[in-house]
């Protein structure tokens, strides 16, 4: 299958501070691939210029074959890339329901939507995420691994061809993490090409076939899960910042 993203160079400057360098990558369409690295390795800012939340300072970012640098985030997503945040976000006093129908009624998400209502299909996104029974209710009131699956079924509204996760298993427990590793596996199934970050190498290795190691802003490592863990540069990154990959 083809590319899907080609990422080229890829560099970002904060005043002195280089928090991309120099990072090039490609992600065939269908695959599942993970980012690692120590916090502060420059994984989010990977994710906020790949969805257009900020501008490279050099280098170039192609999703499927349209050159996408510095193009502004509703275009993207317009595109076929949605994602979620670090930090759970979403429509506090909307039920859930209409958290999804927003989405749905985007313009991408319509084309989808529009045969069956927005409100059906946003219907029929809750129950793939789990979520059908509380579609009534405020996300205010929801324990943080329902918020984390409503922000997938936000961004599956938008119907994405890749769907970037920023740490989804942060904060969860152990049970809430099973929900979440069953879900994403499912969009995966379903065409939908998933690349996501966690600082824990550990919860990512089970789940993805390949794994991106980054640190100080650089690519370091490029493999199956097992290579990268056992990777000389790999550990000693993690070392150096006492993190480990518990
Ligand atoms: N908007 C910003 N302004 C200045 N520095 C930033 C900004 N965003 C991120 N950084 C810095 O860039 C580096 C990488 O951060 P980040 O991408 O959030 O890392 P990670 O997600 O891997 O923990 C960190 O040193 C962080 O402090
Ligand atoms: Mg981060």
């Known amino acids: 299958m083809g590319i899907i993203l080609e990422v080229r160079n890829l560099t970002k400057k904060f005043g002195g501070l280089t928090a991309v360098n120099d990072f090039s990558f490609e992600i065939r369409r269908g695959d599942f691939v993970g980012l690692i690295g120590p916090n502060g390795a420059g994984k989010t800012t990977i994710f906020n210029l790949i969805s257009g939340f900020e501008k490279p300072s050099s280098g170039s970012i192609r ?3 349209t050159n996408i640098t510095g193009m502004i985030p509703y275009k993207i997503v317009n595109l076929g890339v949605a994602r979620t945040f670090q930090l759970v976000r979403s429509f ?5 329901l209409d ?3 927003v989405s749905c009624l985007s313009n991408r998400g319509r084309k989808f939507s529009k045969k069956v209502g ?7 996104i809750l129950t793939s995420v789990g979520l059908v029974d509380k579609a009534t209710i405020p996300p205010v009131v929801l324990p943080h ?5 409503l922000q997938i079924g936000k961004a599956i509204g938008g119907n994405p061809e890749l769907l970037l996760l920023d740490e989804p298993f942060s904060g969860l427990s152990f049970e809430e993490q099973l929900g979440i590793t069953s879900l994403i596996k499912k969009l995966n199934q379903d065409g ?13 290795m089970a789940l993805v076939p390949r794994v991106l190691a980054m640190h100080q802003g650089k690519l370091i490592a490029d493999g199956p899960p097992q290579e990268v863990a056992n990777n000389k540069i790999v550990l000693e990154a993690y070392l150096g910042k006492g993190e480990g990959f518990a």
């Open 63 to 65: 999703f499927d074959s």
């Open 99 to 101: 958290n999804v129908v």
């Open 92 to 96: 506090k006093f909307l039920s859930l």
């Open 118 to 124: 927005a409100e059906e299909y946003a219907s029929s």
């Open 145 to 149: 691994g329902d918020l984390r699956k």
């Open 192 to 204: 939908v090409t998933i690349f996501m970050t966690g600082h824990v190498l550990r919860e990512l």
